[in-house]
């Protein structure tokens, strides 16, 4: 592969450190859940950061396949990620559910797994951790 971008992220600290980007347009502070032992307070986690990038990727993966097969479609891709235990540590699933506004379920369905075959956040995590994708046509 040929790379067209690298993102570059540095964390100090662990799950109760900070996060930012080489550029700084990304700068979080970071705080264990309150599910899993820690504050809670005020700050995001690598959870959440991962939701938010396998979201953003996989709705646009979703609206470049159906532009190329001509479909018009207004979308909205919501991404749990799930951290539980797993052996001696822990694991990760993801369930990714896509709301799909022009189309009806059976179209939906179809791009919503291109979409899933496409995108390169699906392509990394396949046989790596449980990911299940639901489409509705709305």
């Known amino acids: ?20 980007t080489s550029d700084n ?29 396998y979201a953003a990727c996989f709705d646009g993966a979703l609206n470049l396949i159906a532009d190329k097969a001509g479909e018009k479609i207004e ?11 797993e052996g001696d540590g822990f694991g990760l699933a993801a369930t990714i559910n896509v709301e799909v506004n022009g189309v009806d379920q059976a179209k939906a369905d179809e791009l919503v797994q291109k979409a899933n075959d496409f995108c ?12 299940s994708v639901n489409a509705k046509a709305v």
């Open 1 to 20: 592969m040929k790379p067209l971008y690298t993102a570059q992220a540095t964390a100090e600290g662990g799950r109760d450190g900070k996060v930012s």
């Open 120 to 131: 390169p956040y699906s392509k990394a995590t396949k046989g790596n951790i449980e990911v």
């Open 75 to 85: 979308s909205k891709t919501t991404v749990d990620v799930h951290i539980g235990k």
């Open 25 to 53: 347009t990304l700068q979080e502070n970071l705080t264990v859940p309150k599910e899993m032992g820690g504050s809670g307070g005020e700050g995001t986690n690598p959870e959440q950061l991962f939701a938010s990038g």
